[in-house]
């Protein structure tokens, strides 16, 4: 059987492969902060995610994400600390890789999410330090609406491809823990954390 295996190389040289890695460009983006230009910018959904973890029972640390968010963010290079953002997560995006959570995660005793679909964070203020930040606004989730704190770090920024829109690109993380008691999704506390943990990674354009 042996003999009819193929070199992966030479399969890339068959298709051609070799000179499409040769021909691909380095990354648009860079962490250089001369790269961002002011504006208002929108939320990518395709390239901003919301990870989450938190305690299961004392025997495990379990993760889950919630993808395509919406909103803007508005800065000025000049001046970062008046920049202003504004999102909408679609808490009904929820996924943990297990079906049956996902659909307990959307009743009553936890989101709720036929009442309330969308949870929300709007700033309120920015102070900034370098490439990082702390970013304070108003989080609602379940109707409730409590003050958080982003530790927020600049990740990159610059122009996309003409191929792919050429659009104006600019990208954070942040983290940040939440009680999720505090949102009255309290159910299973102590035996489940009530502590959160979120790192959210969020892309906009322009």
Not at 16 to 44: C, E, F, H, L, N
Request: aromatic share 8%.
């Amino acid at each position: 059987m042996r003999k009819y295996l193929i070199p992966a190389a030479a399969l890339i040289a068959l298709a051609g492969g070799s000179a499409v890695i040769a021909q691909m460009p380095s990354a648009p983006g860079a962490k250089d902060a001369a790269r961002v230009t002011g504006g208002t910018y929108a939320i990518d959904p395709g390239h901003t995610q919301i990870l989450f973890a938190y305690d299961h029972m004392g025997f495990s640390n379990n993760l889950g994400v919630i993808s395509e968010s919406t909103g803007t963010l508005t800065l000025d290079p000049k001046n970062p600390s008046a920049a202003k953002v504004s999102v909408e997560v679609p808490v009904t995006n929820l996924k943990t890789g297990v079906a049956k959570l996902d659909e307990h995660l959307m009743k009553p005793e936890f989101f709720d999410s036929a009442k309330f679909p969308k949870a929300t964070f709007v700033s309120t203020g920015v102070k900034v330090q370098g490439t990082e930040a702390e970013i304070s606004g108003n989080l609602t989730i379940k109707g409730i609406t409590k003050p958080v704190t982003l530790d927020t770090e600049f990740y990159g920024a610059g122009k996309a491809p003409a191929m792919m829109g050429g659009k104006e690109n600019v990208g954070f993380v942040a983290t940040t823990t939440i009680k999720r008691s505090d949102f009255g999704m309290g159910y299973g506390v102590p035996m489940v954390g009530d502590a959160v943990e979120l790192k959210i990674v969020a892309a906009f354009q322009k």
